[in-house]
């Protein structure tokens, strides 16, 4: 079904090592309003999406989705590359470290682990793309916030690029439900 290009949506080159921002970083990945769930949630709810239209809609921004877990994990492990266990006790990773090292693990920015009990799928289409439209919001306004917490360009440029796809993502959202809004007043 998916055909996966070795490359980054955006091209992710961080050299500047920051622990700290890595720990804030993380909940785009595993966190409430993270990219792991918002996958999953559209990947889900496409099938019982009304129209071929809103299948193909779920399927390509949910697979979209994918694409920035991966370019978050790029993010946070560039930030942790070379961390000592000083630096990862210092920025709060201590328990990180513990159970997984170095290693890059779905969690919020707090270390609670990803949890899909969050995840809205109801079966009403309506339903779900007012839940679609509310998340790409949370995630706009998160990464506004992350954005917010560094000055280096080179995680300014991922960061950004993130949030204008939340954008994007959050109008064709508002299309769609317009057409089945429309629809269903014509029925």
Do not use: C
Request: glycine content about 8%.
């Amino acid at each position: 079904m998916w055909l996966y290009e070795k490359k980054l949506q955006f091209p992710v080159n961080i050299k500047n090592k920051d622990v700290s921002l890595a720990k804030y970083i993380v909940t785009q990945y595993g966190g409430p309003d993270g990219e792991l769930g918002a996958a999953i949630r559209y990947l889900n709810q496409r099938y019982t999406m009304p129209t071929s239209k809103g299948i193909a809609l779920l399927t390509d921004i949910g697979t979209e989705e994918l694409g920035h877990v991966e370019m978050i994990q790029t993010m946070v492990y560039q930030l942790l590359k070379d961390a000592t266990i000083e630096e990862l006790k210092e920025a709060g990773l201590a328990s990180h470290y513990t159970q997984h090292n170095h290693a890059i693990f779905p969690t919020d920015t707090n270390g609670v682990p990803f949890n899909a009990g969050g995840i809205g799928t109801t079966g009403d289409p309506i339903a779900d793309l007012h839940e679609n439209l509310a998340a790409e919001q949370k995630a706009r306004a998160t990464y506004e916030h992350l954005m917010d917490l560094t000055n280096d360009p080179e995680v300014l440029a991922p960061l950004s690029f993130l949030r204008q796809r939340e954008i994007i993502h959050y109008q064709r959202f508002g299309e769609y439900l317009t057409e089945l809004e429309e629809m269903a007043e014509n029925s």
